[in-house]
């Protein structure tokens, strides 16, 4: 059995994690295909984004137990390997969305917060867990959950072990809406469709440039690195047939005025 179902429809990809009985942890195995499916979406000319969610009622429980275990006794590899299934979302070039369903749970919780947004059920809940089990958070779990809720929202969800509903998740910041459980994945698409308005090359510049600037503190830095990026674009062909578009079109009206 697939651990992890792949629906390509129009021009996004849903991945739906195949684990129901285990509350779709994030497994070795799991991995391995997570990072097939993404190297295969990201080289399909048609794919313009990519949603990732759970089966059943879990978006993902995290890492295995037993990993976490084994860890204790030096076998490591096991907990990097979980690492290495949310770095490849996090590292994927295109749009991507998480339709967290569910609990996200420690690791899966890193899931979610690697996706560029979140769409949440109103059955979802967010719970780092870590503190709980007595163990330091894992996979840049501290970066991601500041940078998405400050500092504020990171202590208190790990800290004080707040667990967050999908729409306290929205009114922290960790979410982008909540929907009823039904919507969910409607809503994730309908989100993942607005991209198709932007050539697809432009659209992953773009979100690399988001990443690059990220780390920038000096305005000037982040000007000069656009101005390189914005004269290339012009450039290209769809630029052109843009501006066409909209010259014909105020033409147009212009004609209807007089």
Excluded at 205 to 214: H, N, P
Excluded at 219 to 246: C, G, N, R, T, W
Aim: aromatic letters at 6%; charged letters at 25%.
């Amino acid at each position: 059995m697939s651990l992890l179902l792949i629906d390509k429809r129009d021009s996004v990809a849903v991945l739906t994690i195949n684990d129901d009985e285990r509350r779709n942890i994030i497994s070795p195995d799991l991995v391995d295909e997570i990072i097939e499916a993404v190297t295969g979406i990201e080289a399909d000319e048609a794919m313009n984004a990519l949603i990732i969610t759970g089966a059943g009622q879990a978006f993902c429980a995290g890492a295995d137990l037993g990993d976490l275990s084994a860890a204790r006794d030096g076998y490591s590899s096991r907990i990097e390997k979980v690492y290495e299934g949310f770095m490849t979302i996090a590292r994927c070039k295109l749009p991507t969305i998480a339709a967290v369903n569910g609990p996200a749970v420690g690791a899966g919780m890193n899931l979610a917060a690697a996706c560029d947004i979140r769409v949440a059920a109103r059955s979802a809940v967010f719970d780092t867990r870590f503190m709980q089990l007595g163990l330091h958070p894992g996979g840049g779990h501290t970066w991601m959950l500041q940078r998405a809720m400050g500092w504020q929202g990171a202590v208190a969800t790990l800290l004080l072990g707040e667990k967050l509903s999908g729409e306290q998740a929205v009114q922290r910041g960790l979410a982008w809406i909540c929907v009823d459980d039904e919507r969910l994945l409607d809503a994730a698409r309908q989100l993942a469709a607005r991209v198709d308005r932007f050539p697809r090359d432009l659209l992953i510049q773009t979100k690399q440039s988001l990443v690059d600037t990220a780390a920038m503190t000096d305005h000037e830095e982040a000007v000069s690195y656009e101005y390189e990026k914005q004269m290339h674009s012009v450039q290209q062909p769809a630029f052109a047939d843009l501006i066409e578009a909209m010259q014909q079109k105020v033409s147009k009206k212009s004609g209807e005025a007089k």
